[in-house]
């Protein structure tokens, strides 16, 4: 898979992030971290600066990442990477040369690098980490932390704490990284294809709540990458959407919901899309969906205003190309043998349109998090494709994260800081490194900036294997139709749309935000006792909500309609309306606001100034009690 060619950026080197040995522990550390590390003395005016420059939490508005203020924040982030691990997988863990380039324990004051994060102009780091590094008891080495001493005696995880302490009171926002199950270079079949390769889906999910508490109080900790670059193993592929142990989306969605409810409200819940599928063979089917299964099936959280979508971008790979060159390799496109045009019309359809289409149920910030090449790199390919793909995160205004920030000479040339082993360094802030012009042109690229007005939302809901219950207030409130499939829209958002098969649905608060009060219960409603102002479905049971109320959500028992979701609105609704039909064709409002929903399926969807006040369906020969027809009202 990816970083055949990619260099240094050493466990111990990195300073603090120091990888896990052989035999780790069966525990995770105790649930506290420091809020601040002895001996390390921020880089006063760059660190304040940038501090005083954004107030966390961060959470979105449409297609961009905005602090606690409402204001812009782009994510111009590095990889600080290592606590994921660098050991190749076979021979002497302690020998160099069987890690990823040679890595070995070179080493700088925290201090120095902190400093030349900020020269770089960055404001983020996404900090890579392996569920093994979480688990393991044992100290570091002395020799691994010899440059910052107040080190010693800590185990990787609290090194890992002193790291994301300092860079925090530097200013930086934290994204943190599940990168790998175990603790070895990424990416390839090396048993970290999945969350769950080696080891469970439970096990996941709670390092994830283990760490996501331990940072909680430290809000400059911003975000969870939840998974990298999920991809096929020997046997099988992850996919999106399948419903079973391997499904991405599903298993994606659950994590960002529990992060949100169980342990930290205000972070980011960053979603990779799916890295590869097939076998990598001439004639066989094989591609990178990265983040195109999105566009039909998205991501709807407890609170819609956390989700970002990620994707990672390389030259030497390709929408089919895994990379590999020699054994492996297939005769398809690398990005980089694209022309500049055909490069810009691929990524806008893998990645960049998530951020480029608003007003769709998969609209979200979208995030590089990972893209780079070698200060080595001769081949003009490669530097084309470099520049051209600059050139189009400027001109997308997207958030970035390069891959990787910092090494040692003699141990790869991909990073962008380069440190000899008397410290001196050398890269894109001194001279002679071919990439200066580019990333100089990349962290001053106009952007936008101060106050991002608030976006409307839409999302979609999914019953397509199992309940997609995303209002908190409906959580608390119990199970409202047992043995039913359920989906109920976030809080503040009203349903809007139904499909007549296979149970999607389309949530949004477009022209009316605030439309739910902020007391009283929702009604469920089975029956047609509150159909009291006309027939407007004859022949069709209907289920309708009670005057002074509006859908929210609804249930399914197979393809059946059960039940309706209703809540109390926050003043008096119209009842003046009509009967939207949808059982033969789509009947939606022009401009298609949210996007297909539902593909393959007939919709049904409410203008967006009105509300949806019932559902209509019929039991008769051939129709399976489905959604006809749709009740939507003035607002």
Request: glycine share 10%.
């Amino acid at each position: 898979m990816k970083r055949t060619l990619l260099g240094a950026a050493l466990a111990a080197a990195l300073l603090a992030l120091a990888a896990p040995t052989a035999g780790a522990g069966a525990g995770p550390a105790p649930a506290s971290a420091p809020a601040s590390v002895p001996g390390v003395t921020p880089a006063a005016a760059p660190a304040t600066a940038l501090a005083d420059s954004w107030n966390p939490p961060l959470s979105t508005r449409g297609r961009y990442v905005v602090d606690a203020d409402g204001k812009r924040f782009k994510l111009k982030s590095g990889n600080w990477q290592g606590a994921q691990g660098s050991w190749n997988g076979s021979g002497d863990l302690a020998d160099p040369a069987n890690h990823h380039d040679g890595e070995k324990s070179d080493q700088l004051p925290l201090a120095t690098l902190l400093a030349d994060f900020h020269a770089l102009g960055l404001n983020s780091l996404r900090l890579p980490f392996s569920n093994e590094m979480l688990h393991d008891q044992r100290p570091v080495p002395d020799a691994a932390v010899a440059a910052n001493p107040q080190l010693r005696g800590r185990t990787p995880l609290q090194i890992f704490d002193a790291v994301i302490a300092a860079t925090t009171a530097d200013g930086f926002a934290v994204v943190l990284n599940n990168h790998t199950n175990t603790s070895r270079w990424c990416c390839g079949l090396d048993g970290n294809e999945r969350w769950n390769t080696s080891q469970s889906t439970a096990q996941w999910e709670t390092d994830w709540l283990f760490l996501a508490k331990r940072y909680k109080d430290n809000k400059r900790v911003v975000g969870a990458d939840l998974y990298n670059e999920v991809r096929r193993t020997v046997m099988d592929d992850a996919n999106w959407g399948s419903g079973d142990d391997h499904d991405w989306w599903a298993a994606s969605r659950r994590l960002g919901d529990r992060l949100l409810t169980e342990a930290n409200p205000d972070l980011l819940i960053i979603v990779e899309g799916i890295n590869w599928q097939g076998i990598p063979a001439d004639g066989l089917f094989h591609w990178r969906p990265t983040l195109e299964p999105a566009r039909t099936l998205s991501h709807t959280l407890v609170n819609a205003d956390k989700l970002v979508y990620s994707a990672h971008f390389y030259g030497y790979t390709g929408p089919s190309h895994t990379g590999a060159t020699g054994t492996g390799e297939t005769h398809d496109w690398r990005y980089q043998e694209l022309s500049r045009d055909e490069l810009f019309a691929t990524l806008r359809r893998q990645a960049f349109f998530v951020a480029a289409d608003t007003g769709q149920h998969y609209t979200a910030p979208v995030w590089i998090s990972e893209f780079g090449i070698g200060a080595d790199e001769t081949n003009p390919q490669g530097r084309a494709w470099f520049g051209n793909f600059v050139d189009r995160l400027a001109a997308d205004d997207a958030d970035f994260a390069y891959w990787p920030l910092v090494g040692f000479t003699g141990h790869g040339r991909w990073k962008l800081l380069d440190y000899d082993t008397q410290g001196r360094r050398s890269g894109v802030l001194d001279g002679g490194d071919w990439r200066t012009p580019d990333w100089q042109r990349l962290v001053a690229a106009p952007a936008t900036t101060g106050t991002v007005p608030v976006a409307d939302h839409w999302d979609q809901l999914a019953l397509d294997h199992a309940d997609a219950v995303e209002s908190l207030r409906a959580r608390a409130a119990g199970d409202w139709d047992p043995g039913a499939r359920k989906g109920v829209c976030p809080d503040g958002q009203r349903l809007t749309g139904l499909a007549h098969r296979d149970g999607r649905g389309l949530c949004t608060d477009t022209t009316a935000r605030g439309l739910t009060a902020a007391t009283g219960a929702f009604t469920t409603v089975t029956d047609e006792r509150y159909v009291k102002d006309g027939d407007w479905a004859s022949g069709y049971t209907k289920l309708q909500c009670p005057q002074g109320q509006f859908a929210i959500g609804y249930s399914l028992r197979g393809q059946a309609v059960s039940a309706l979701l209703c809540a109390p609105a926050s003043h008096a609704l119209p009842v003046t309306g009509r009967t939207l039909w949808f059982d033969r064709a789509d009947n939606r409002p022009a401009g298609n606001p949210g996007g297909d929903f539902a593909a393959g399926a007939y919709k049904g969807q409410c203008a967006p100034t009105e509300y949806l006040a019932g559902v209509a369906f019929t039991a008769a020969w051939a129709k399976g009690k489905t959604p006809d027809a749709l009740l939507c009202r003035t607002l």
